[in-house]
């Protein structure tokens, strides 16, 4: 029993034996950190400048919105171009802008207008750099470490998500909101120190030999083949559901502190750490059984939508928590069975464009979820508002298991 459990966790951590992949790991680990620092930072200057649901959901949707516009395109460009340069420029303009965020608000010049203006650049930075960056990792790792790989990323995202606004709550309430922004700025440097210190001579996957054909053609062509494979589209019918309707924190979290539980800025913080604990413990878990699964998948994503259904009704901060950590827990183990199924089953010259159309998917539907959440809680109240929305959830999960029986009762492999 114990050789069996130490070689699941020899299995979860072996992408860590290659040199390459230790380095992105850690400069991830360092931005990540500082990215979910200025996410608290910006709902939290949102709210103090507007205290308006609105607003909130405003500020999601421009932030969002260039990723809806242009993530496909960042996908052709990552299976076009050389991953590495791209992600170096856009970290570095990543950087400038936080920088720039940082100095506004520290000098006390920051407008609403002004948030809404970076919140929109950030997110034409993120529409480009994400699929690249995604797909690079994957250039870092042979095809049997790369589900270790997949769910050590989780487990660095969902620890960046609970250090991050936890040291942000602290940060703001003890020295002030332009600190943990200026700690973001710094951050980048960890993934730009990272990437120039790695030996391009390691990574296995090579740029593609073939002729690339017109932009819209490649574009067509991957979503053509996410539309024909079952083991692909399976998943990303519950991604575009969630994703919509579902994984909103940047907006579901200030509304619920705000305007529920009524709390500050430290509080706002406990409550994104919460989530964070619960996806962090959701993440070590997935790493010691990191072959994907269509149960994981269907469970977690319901048990997400049905805890989203009952957060708002809690007017207790520690049951609050207590219901983040079981959602982050289910959120990170469909999402992660999601990103498992989706790496393992595309091929090489198609997986910048399938990664960019389920970041599309998972974060470019933000606008329209943003909007229908901010809209909702002003129309209605914010617990309604939620609560249509986990409904929403559930259907897409709905469709997807439908769709799921249908293609193994024809033969088709649906994961």
């Known amino acids: 029993?114990?050789?069996?459990?130490?070689?699941?966790?020899?299995?979860?951590?072996?992408?860590?034996?290659?040199?390459?992949?230790?380095?992105?790991?850690?400069?991830?680990?360092?931005?990540?950190?500082?990215?979910?620092?200025?996410?608290?930072?910006?709902?939290?200057?949102?709210?103090?400048?507007?205290?308006?649901?609105?607003?909130?959901?405003?500020?999601?949707?421009?932030?969002?919105?260039?990723?809806?516009?242009?993530?496909?395109?960042?996908?052709?460009?990552?299976?076009?171009?050389?991953?590495?340069?791209?992600?170096?420029?856009?970290?570095?303009?990543?950087?400038?802008?936080?920088?720039?965020?940082?100095?506004?608000?520290?000098?006390?010049?920051?407008?609403?207008?002004?948030?809404?203006?970076?919140?929109?650049?950030?997110?034409?930075?993120?529409?480009?750099?994400?699929?690249?960056?995604?797909?690079?990792?994957?250039?870092?790792?042979?095809?049997?470490?790369?589900?270790?790989?997949?769910?050590?990323?989780?487990?660095?995202?969902?620890?960046?998500?609970?250090l991050g606004p936890a040291l942000a709550g602290i940060l703001i309430a003890s020295i002030g909101t332009a600190a943990a922004l200026y700690l973001n700025a710094a951050s980048f440097l960890a993934v730009i120190t990272a990437v120039l210190l790695?030996?391009?001579?390691?990574?296995?996957?090579?740029?593609?030999?073939?002729?690339?054909?017109?932009?819209?053609?490649?574009?067509?062509?991957?979503?053509?083949?996410?539309?024909?494979?079952?083991?692909?589209l399976t998943p990303l019918i519950i991604v575009a559901a969630v994703g919509t309707f579902g994984y909103n924190f940047s907006v579901v979290l200030p509304l619920v502190g705000g305007f529920v539980l009524k709390t500050d800025a430290a509080g706002f913080g406990a409550l994104s750490s919460a989530f964070g604990v619960g996806s962090l413990v959701g993440a070590l878990v997935n790493t010691l059984n990191s072959k994907e699964s269509t149960a994981r998948l269907m469970w977690g994503s319901i048990g997400f939508s049905v805890l989203l259904a009952a957060l708002p009704f809690s007017t207790n901060l520690q049951l609050s928590m207590l219901l983040l950590v079981l959602q982050g827990l289910c959120g990170v183990t469909f999402t992660t069975a999601a990103s498992t199924v989706i790496q393992t089953t595309v091929p090489d010259q198609l997986r910048g464009r399938i990664t960019s159309l389920n970041f599309l998917l998972f974060a470019g539907s933000t606008p329209i979820g943003a909007l229908v959440i901010g809209t909702l809680s002003d129309m209605l109240n914010v617990p309604d508002a939620l609560l249509i929305c986990a409904i929403l959830c559930l259907i897409g999960i709905g469709i997807s298991a439908m769709y799921h029986r249908r293609a193994q009762a024809t033969g088709q492999p649906s994961g």
């Open 1 to 162: 029993m114990n050789t069996l459990s130490n070689n699941k966790l020899n299995d979860g951590f072996r992408a860590f034996r290659v040199r390459n992949y230790r380095l992105y790991w850690i400069g991830q680990l360092i931005s990540f950190c500082g990215t979910w620092m200025q996410t608290t930072a910006q709902a939290w200057v949102v709210y103090d400048l507007t205290q308006s649901p609105f607003a909130l959901g405003l500020v999601s949707t421009l932030q969002f919105l260039p990723i809806m516009l242009l993530t496909l395109f960042g996908g052709v460009i990552a299976d076009r171009v050389p991953k590495r340069k791209v992600v170096l420029i856009t970290q570095t303009l990543a950087l400038i802008q936080a920088g720039i965020f940082g100095l506004l608000v520290s000098t006390g010049q920051a407008q609403i207008g002004h948030v809404y203006v970076l919140a929109a650049i950030q997110g034409i930075i993120n529409a480009i750099d994400n699929p690249v960056r995604q797909s690079f990792a994957n250039e870092l790792v042979s095809n049997a470490d790369r589900p270790s790989a997949i769910a050590l990323n989780s487990v660095l995202f969902n620890t960046a998500r609970v």
């Open 198 to 232: 790695m030996n391009p001579a390691e990574f296995v996957a090579k740029p593609s030999a073939r002729k690339a054909a017109a932009p819209l053609r490649e574009l067509a062509e991957g979503l053509k083949y996410a539309w024909n494979t079952p083991a692909i």
